[in-house]
């Protein structure tokens, strides 16, 4: 996934930080805080992905002339391995804090799915 300024970092170090920040909270507040990370994470890939489809789409339209070809072939390998990056790094959070997220687990991952 692209990291800026509105979309969240699912790296191991951003998980452990936004963590700690939430160890003053009640449980129940911890599992909704998780579960809201989560959501705002897969909104973000989803947001991506559709950015991805549109430059996809431009690109295979100047693909037609073909100087845009050599562009289009790494560009389409590139899409492809983000793709999958931003999905395994959100189902990695969704693994680490299972038993956080209780019954919120399944939903997260149909939603995840559904993308």
């Known amino acids: 996934m692209n990291t800026s300024a509105s979309q969240l970092s699912l790296d191991p170090a951003a998980l452990t930080a936004f963590v700690a920040s939430l160890s003053t909270l009640p449980t129940d507040e911890i599992r909704k805080a998780k579960s809201l990370f989560i959501r705002n994470a897969i909104a973000d ?3 991506n992905l559709k950015s991805f489809r549109i430059m996809m789409v431009m690109m295979g339209i100047l693909s037609i002339i073909p100087i845009f070809l050599i562009v289009f072939i ?3 390998i ?10 395994q790094k959100i189902l990695n959070a969704l693994e680490v804090w299972r038993s956080d997220l209780g019954s919120d687990y399944e939903g997260l991952m149909a939603e995840l799915d559904a993308v």
């Open 45 to 47: 890939y989803r947001m």
């Open 74 to 76: 790494p560009s389409f």
């Open 78 to 87: 590139g899409y492809r391995a983000l793709k999958e990056n931003g999905r």
